[in-house]
Structures are given as structure tokens and as C-alpha cells.
């Protein structure tokens, strides 16, 4: 499981609001559920 900082660095225009660790593991659900979503809409 990468770090929030990890996270941030890779993703900092999605994540500069997210400040505490529940909004960013609630913002990663969402980006993981999303990121499924796609791959099913493509395969």
C-alpha cells in the first residue's frame, strides 16, 4: 500500500484537497472503482 505522500506525488491535482488520511482513502476507493469500470468498458 503506497504512502498518502506517494499518492499525492503521483497524483497532486486530483489529491491537493485531501487532507486527511479518510478523504484519501475514500478518494482512492473511488479512483480504483473508476479505474475497473474502464477496464471493463474497454475488454
Known amino acids: 500500500m503506497q504512502s498518502v505522500e ?7 491535482e486530483e489529491i491537493e484537497n485531501c487532507n486527511s488520511i479518510r ?5 482512492m476507493e473511488q479512483w480504483l472503482s473508476s479505474l475497473q469500470n474502464f477496464d471493463a468498458s474497454i475488454s
Do not use: A, M, Q
Request: glycine share 0%; net charge positive; aromatic share 8%.
Open 23 to 27: 478523504d484519501c482513502k475514500n478518494y
Open 6 to 12: 506517494e499518492i499525492k506525488r503521483s497524483h497532486p
